[in-house]
């Protein structure tokens, strides 16, 4: 529904940008101002600002689709950009020329206009690479947390947090084996994934069988567990969005069945004991918690289940929510994913304002909330304001 009401908007802008562009290309060279190049740069545009509908309507796990799927999320974040760099300019235009000192009847002289036109294309072309490279670059979030429970031990645990992976028709091959090997360069005794392993559709994924061998060679002394996510569902999405329907949202059957083959121990309101020094508890997500559980166990409930222990409990769940609830319960440390820390400017500041704890450490009472900003991401694959990072958690005994 969202959708179906931001997209007259989402075109009626892009025609706006379209009349824009025409009126500085002519102003650039008469060369535009020929109809065979004039209707060549239109019918360009229009396409590539159809390429996410068009990309939404092909046949599913084609190459087609993907193309044009990939297309369309980068011109989604090509338009954020071109629209934030649009809008500066124009300020700045406008704040000029209101300053006598600055002889506001040469800054209103045509070549002014082609000129801010061009800082305009510099601006997003910039903006863009920035974002495409740092969304590339998998970085490593280092954190300490201390547990003072007396069944811990003396050693450290090394936990390697990564969540948000959204493998489908952005994240390949490439990119996930390069978070392997991130992974591994941090010398896990225990992987976690929090949530969004999936993107929506199973059958984007690429060459799933060597997906999963990729997945195998993560190396960790006590497994690699997950949680699934409001994305690990088969179901259409349209940038982002999603449709109604009067079926229910859960996880296909081949995405179950993938983490298996991947070696990957999915939990599902449930809880593990990690060498005997450690609770780890699993929760559904919050949104869509899947096949078979209709409602999730509260945070008073986790523990109930648990009982009483003397080892620190750690819940793994997707989204960051109940954090106030889960530390009066007694859970002493929570690890989440979802909120991508916004992915990418001005995103990372309206999460800050939405969730408690958007992204990093802090500290509820007596627990220990870490959010991560996820390693891979939907939509454009840009970040810019954010990091895609593993990240690395050293549990040491409270001294």
Known sequence: MVAVLLGPLYFAW?????????????????????????MTINLAYLFMAFTIVIGFLSPAGSGFKRVTTVIGNYWLGGTLYVTMSYVLVWIFYKI????????????????????????????????????????????????????????????????????????GYNIDIDFVSDMVEKINSTDPDLVLIGGDIFDNAYEAIEEPEKMAELYRQIKS?????????????????????????????????AMDEFLKKAGVINLRDEYVIIDDRLILYGRPDYERPGRGIEERRSPQKIMDFIGETDLPVLVLDHEPR?????????????????????????GNIVCALKWKNSCGYKVFGDM??????????????MRLGTDAEVCEIILKKKA
Request: charged letters at 20%; aromatic letters at 12%.
């Open 14 to 38: 892009h025609i706006y940008l379209l009349w824009r562009i025409q009126k500085w290309l002519r102003g650039v060279s008469r060369f535009f101002n020929n109809k065979a190049v004039f």
């Open 221 to 253: 002394r006590y497994g690699v567990y997950a949680v699934y996510g409001n994305h690990d569902i088969q179901e259409p999405i349209l940038a982002g969005f999603t449709f109604a329907s009067k079926d229910k949202k859960e996880a296909s059957p």
């Open 322 to 346: 109940e954090l106030d609830e889960l530390a009066e319960a007694g859970v002493d440390i929570d690890l989440c994913g979802h909120t991508h820390d916004g992915q990418t400017f001005p």
């Open 368 to 381: 220990d909330s870490i959010v991560t900003s996820g390693v891979g991401l939907f939509g454009p694959f």
């Open 96 to 167: 000029v020329i209101s300053v006598p000192a600055f002889k506001p009847e040469f800054w209103k002289r045509p070549h002014i206009q082609r000129v801010t036109g061009l800082v305009t294309v510099i601006l997003t072309a910039v903006l863009c690479i920035i974002g495409i490279i740092s969304a590339h670059d998998i970085k490593i979030k280092k954190y300490t947390v201390e547990v003072d429970e007396p069944g811990f031990g003396t050693e450290d645990i090394r936990i390697c947090l990564v969540a948000d992976i959204h493998m």
